[in-house]
């Protein structure tokens, strides 16, 4: 059984500013973080290589991938590469900590 428009959308998303002239960048991907906090219907968790993005509309996984570029083009970098990695599944669903949850069970 196929559970149409009921399943979580997964996504993994990192965000790279080029020509900063430095290696640092924290301050760009905490104002990237920042700006997922103003749209409704995602969840996300940060991790140290990428953000995990959760919704139940891909259309929101869409819409914090803009988000996230802007901000960063909103603090004058002139170019972000962005990837990002989606995971939609029907059959079932399940939230980012039911997925932690079933590798420690392991």
Do not use: C, W
Request: zero cysteines.
């Amino acid at each position: 059984m196929i559970l149409q428009d009921m399943g979580k959308v997964h996504a993994e998303i990192g965000i790279l500013p080029i020509g900063t002239g430095s290696t640092s960048l924290g301050k760009y991907i905490a104002r990237g973080v920042k700006s997922l906090k103003n749209i409704e219907g995602i969840k996300y968790q940060v991790t140290p290589m990428g953000t995990m993005l959760e919704s139940d509309d891909i259309d929101k996984i869409f819409l914090a991938s803009k988000v996230l570029m802007s901000a960063l083009f909103e603090m004058g970098v002139m170019r972000v590469e962005t990837i990002l990695k989606i995971d939609e599944r029907r059959d079932k669903i399940r939230t980012l900590e039911d997925k932690l949850a079933s590798i420690k069970e392991e």
